[in-house]
């Protein structure tokens, strides 16, 4: 399958425990974004980066929220000490290229994270 | 200004009928406006997108009507289906050095037979 893998699908935290997002974008994309899905709502901006490198961050709240993409390796979503607010699907998507309005996003199926 | 508007929030087409989705945006910087649609438990995917230099586009069933001076997109699905029922997003692209979408709040479309 050659299209944005996203792991977990699903993940269950306790109040105060941290949540790994992991994205594995297409082969031959080097541009990762991260969005969250609300219930009944859009979808939401929140980090985008290219390898190595965090290129825009305006979406991500200020405390507790992280995002890597290593050399190697996938792109990590952290979220530290989770509240019940985070509870909410995230998606990754990412593309070849960047610039303005050049390319569409690919998007993986999402991981659905619950906060009890 | 990094707002998209989507209306109406939900919909309900009878098979063969007509489905429109409107957006609205204020930035005039935007250069690109997609539409996503969505599945429950799946992740968006392009339907289709038009840039601001055309009136219309037309991909199969679904055509973007966009009035550059309005400020304004919809999303036209002809002869709606049964398998057309999901959610649909429109977006606008938000920024000139990145490929950063800005999205509607979605519709929900429910096709009934």
């Known amino acids: 399958n050659a299209g944005v893998m996203q792991n977990p699908r699903h993940l269950v935290r306790r109040r105060g425990q941290e949540a790994r997002l992991r994205c594995s974008p297409m082969?031959?994309?080097?541009?990762v974004y991260w969005y969250r899905q609300l219930p009944e709502e859009g979808l939401k901006f929140m980090v985008y980066?290219?390898?190595?490198?965090?290129?825009?961050e305006s979406g991500m709240p200020k405390e507790r929220f992280s995002a890597e993409f290593p050399k190697e390796g996938p792109s990590i979503l952290r979220i530290q000490q989770v509240v019940r607010g985070d509870s909410a699907a995230y998606f990754c998507?990412?593309?070849?290229?960047?610039?303005?309005?050049?390319?569409?996003?690919?998007f993986g199926e999402g991981s659905r994270l619950t906060v009890l | 200004q990094q707002q998209v508007k989507q209306s109406p929030q939900s919909l309900i087409v009878q098979k063969g009928g007509i489905s429109i989705i409107n957006c609205a945006y204020e930035?005039?910087?935007?250069?690109?406006f997609p539409w996503y649609q969505q599945f429950p438990g799946k992740g968006p995917a392009l339907l289709i997108a038009?840039?601001?230099?055309?009136s219309e586009k037309k991909e199969g069933r679904f055509t973007i009507s966009f009035n550059k001076s309005a400020k304004q997109f919809s999303l036209h699905i002809m002869d709606s289906q049964p398998g057309d029922s999901a959610t649909y997003f429109c977006?606008?692209?938000?920024?000139?050095?990145?490929?950063?979408?800005?999205f509607g709040q979605g519709t929900t479309l429910q096709v009934k037979p």
């Open positions: 930035n005039t910087a935007f250069d690109y």
């Open positions: 998507a990412s593309s070849p290229i960047s610039g303005r309005g050049t390319g569409e996003l690919f």
């Open positions: 977006a606008a692209h938000g920024s000139s050095n990145t490929g950063k979408l800005i």
């Open positions: 038009i840039r601001p230099d055309v």
């Open positions: 980066l290219q390898k190595e490198n965090i290129i825009d």
């Open positions: 082969k031959g994309h080097s541009h």
